[in-house]
């Protein structure tokens, strides 16, 4: 028995080596024969949805379709976007909603990438790029908390939008002052991207529980209840200890607590620029 978990585990390491060692040629080379359902999601994501079609002129266009699907998404949260909600919501039936949008996951695709919103431009004049990062995860991380229900996502393939690839943009801009080569830009980008993400975890949770009518003392009265459980308990030692240790000053807030771990995550990238490139603090 032994033995087969070990082999199992084995086997797990090799694919998950494998994965970690796609390279830009991989990518590229995956990107050029996707699957036949996600190619057509994706040309009718990126295509010009402004663009006129055949036949009489339709009551609506397709983005004020899609800005009705955010409007019910804000409201009541993605599960709440239905063909035939979003029909309701603009006078017409659901079958007439199909001229706009050939089944439900089209339209959750243009309404995740609406719902994403775009990168704030950069500052003028040009800051340097670890004040411009620092904007670029306030922003992301404001934009995640304004609109939780895109925490909803379920962890499927699904194509990525303008609006996604607009961010990446933003961010690759400002890393690529820094003068690091492609693939420490690379791993710039996902460590400041996935800090953003991971991190803005609990303050996503808060403004879920209020868009469904939660007050914030009494979601923090339910999280403090459950943290609490860790007291007295043989199993969380140390967890304990700390929730428990003596106060020192005031307690940080959640952005407080998020602009102190993003000072920390600039301070390792720019020690690694200057180790790399010798280059003065900036």
């Not at 306030?138 to 996502?153: M, Y």
Request: aromatic residues 6%; positive net charge; proline residues 7%.
């Amino acid at each position: 028995m032994a033995a087969k978990k070990k082999t199992a585990g084995a086997g797990s390491a090799k694919r998950r080596a494998a994965q970690a060692a796609l390279t830009h040629d991989d990518i590229m080379g995956l990107a050029a024969r996707p699957d036949p359902e996600l190619r057509r999601r994706s040309e009718l994501l990126w295509v010009d949805r402004a663009r006129g079609t055949r036949g009489p002129k339709p009551e609506f266009s397709p983005d004020e379709v899609v800005r009705a699907a955010v409007a019910i998404a804000d409201a009541d949260g993605l599960a709440a976007v239905t063909m035939n909600a979003v029909a309701s919501r603009l006078g017409f039936t659901t079958m007439a909603l199909y001229r706009y949008f050939p089944n439900k996951e089209t339209l959750l695709d243009a309404v995740i990438d609406s719902g994403t919103g775009s990168p704030p431009p950069p500052a003028v004049p040009r800051a340097d790029w670890r004040t411009e990062l620092r904007r670029w995860a306030r922003a992301k991380r404001g934009s995640l908390c304004a609109r939780p229900w895109l925490a909803e996502l379920p962890f499927v393939a699904a194509p990525h939008g303008p609006n996604w690839l607009g961010w990446l943009e933003s961010i690759t801009d400002t890393l690529s002052r820094t003068g690091l080569n492609a693939a420490d830009i690379g791993g710039a980008l996902s460590i400041v991207d996935g800090y953003t993400r991971g991190a803005s975890d609990t303050a996503v949770s808060l403004a879920r529980a209020q868009a469904r009518g939660i007050t914030e003392a009494e979601w923090a009265a339910g999280v403090g209840a459950d943290l609490g459980r860790a007291i007295g308990d043989p199993r969380f030692p140390r967890f304990a200890a700390l929730i428990t240790a003596p106060s020192e000053g005031k307690p940080r807030t959640l952005d407080e607590s998020f602009d102190w771990g993003l000072e920390r995550v600039l301070d390792g990238i720019e020690l690694y620029v200057r180790s790399v490139l010798t280059l003065p603090r900036s």
